[in-house]
């Protein structure tokens, strides 16, 4: 059982903040902060590498106009837009959500870090990422 698809059939309720024949969007109930709101495809599909192009276009368009509108009502400083992609990097329903996350300042309950990896030979990397 997928508990989006579950609340996007109407039997696990929620807090609807955009629907369209697509799309819903819903705030998270963990509010990590206030306004703490998710985008999902009303289609099934485990995730962005899973998902077709059109899905992805059309989340990531209301992802857009929805964080523009939360920082604007929330009086938020920025804002993160994310997804996460497998168990590893912190994905826990198999159903592809976007997260946006208002950030009011740094002493926000999210931390986002990007820590200094040791050094890389960026020429190796590219080969590996292209694929050649």
């Known amino acids: 059982m997928c508990v989006f698809c579950e609340i996007i059939k109407g039997n696990i309720p929620s807090a609807k903040?955009?629907?369209d024949d697509d799309v819903l969007a819903i705030l998270d109930i963990s509010q990590v902060t206030f306004g703490h709101t998710?985008?999902?495809p009303k289609k099934h599909c485990a995730n962005i590498l899973e998902a077709d192009e059109e899905t992805v276009l059309k989340c990531a368009a209301v992802a857009k106009k929805l964080a523009k509108q939360i920082v604007e009502n929330t009086k938020a400083t920025g804002v993160n837009v994310?997804?996460?992609c497998?168990?590893?990097a912190g994905q826990t329903v198999d159903h592809l959500h976007f997260h946006i996350i208002p950030r009011y300042?740094?002493?926000d309950a999210i931390t986002i870090k990007f820590?200094?990896?040791k050094e890389q030979d960026l020429g190796?990397?590219?080969k590996v990422v292209k694929g050649e």
Do not use: I
């Open 82 to 84: 994310l997804t996460n």
């Open 115 to 117: 820590n200094p990896s």
């Open 86 to 88: 497998g168990e590893s």
């Open 38 to 40: 998710l985008v999902m």
């Open 17 to 19: 903040v955009y629907e």
């Open 124 to 126: 190796q990397v590219l």
């Open 105 to 107: 300042d740094e002493n």
